[in-house]
């Protein structure tokens, strides 16, 4: 049964860090793009940062770029998502996702197919 499980959410002030983790088990994901998300009510899911398991190619959505850094830990089976500089509108919950990599170039167009259950991320001005 695959699994992902986030962690490390929770409330900080502007420009403050926060490090999401996704710990992930179940199978081996060597041919997996990881990937995390957020969502706020209303609005539709927005892809923030994607890696390939293998090879370490990354994604960012332009609002995230330079503030957020996606690594992974094979050795561990995590995959974590270094917020630095968090803004107000950086506040919604946060999920970790898993897919079998499709990569177009630079462009990420892995489905995915496996969901964490999310992790509140609050970002007061």
């Known amino acids: 049964q695959v699994q992902l499980v986030e962690s490390g959410g929770g409330l900080v002030q502007a420009g403050g860090s926060l490090r999401l983790s996704c710990a992930v088990s179940?199978?081996?994901?060597?041919?997996?793009?990881m990937g995390w998300f957020r969502q706020t009510p209303g609005k539709e899911r927005e892809k923030v940062a994607a890696i390939t398991w293998i090879g370490g190619k990354t994604y960012y959505a332009e609002s995230v770029k330079g503030r957020f850094t996606i690594s992974r830990d094979n050795a561990k089976n995590t995959v974590y998502l270094q917020m630095n500089s968090l803004k107000p509108e950086d506040t919604a919950v946060y999920f970790c996702?898993?897919?079998?990599?499709?990569?177009?170039?630079?462009?990420?167009?892995?489905?995915?197919?496996?969901w964490g259950q999310g992790t509140q991320v609050t970002v007061s001005s």
């Open positions: 179940g199978r081996t994901f060597e041919s997996y793009t």
């Open positions: 996702a898993a897919g079998l990599s499709l990569w177009l170039g630079p462009r990420d167009r892995t489905r995915y197919d496996y």
